[in-house]
């Protein structure tokens, strides 16, 4: 079944590759079995669509979940500030949290 979605979504990517929400998609979809791909996917989507919000949360945890610490910490940063543009305090809080979860994290390492 995740093969099918795959397929579907890389085939959405192809057919509308300026919509950030089909490279998300099939980034959420491939954290289950390709966790690399979908970090590079997210990244490159952070640098291509910097204003699409939801991209902050799931990268930094991935690096968070790499012992990345450093760039997890920047892309919550960058993500919190992208909030604050968008005024979108639900997402903030959900960043800062998870900042403070990475920064906690990285002291311990």
Do not use: C
């Amino acid at each position: 079944m995740q093969e099918a979605r795959l397929k579907i979504l890389r085939e959405l990517v192809i057919e509308e590759p300026n919509d950030p929400f089909n490279h998300y998609a099939l980034a959420i979809e491939l954290l289950k079995g390709s966790p690399t791909e979908s970090k590079e996917i997210l990244s490159q989507l952070s640098n291509t669509h910097p204003d699409y919000l939801p991209t902050y949360y799931q990268l930094g945890s991935l690096f968070t979940e790499e012992d990345e610490y450093e760039l997890a910490i920047e892309t919550f940063e960058k993500g919190i500030l992208v909030a604050e543009t968008q005024d979108n305090q639900k997402i903030k809080k959900e960043l800062i949290g998870a900042l403070k979860m990475a920064k906690d994290e990285a002291e311990e390492w």
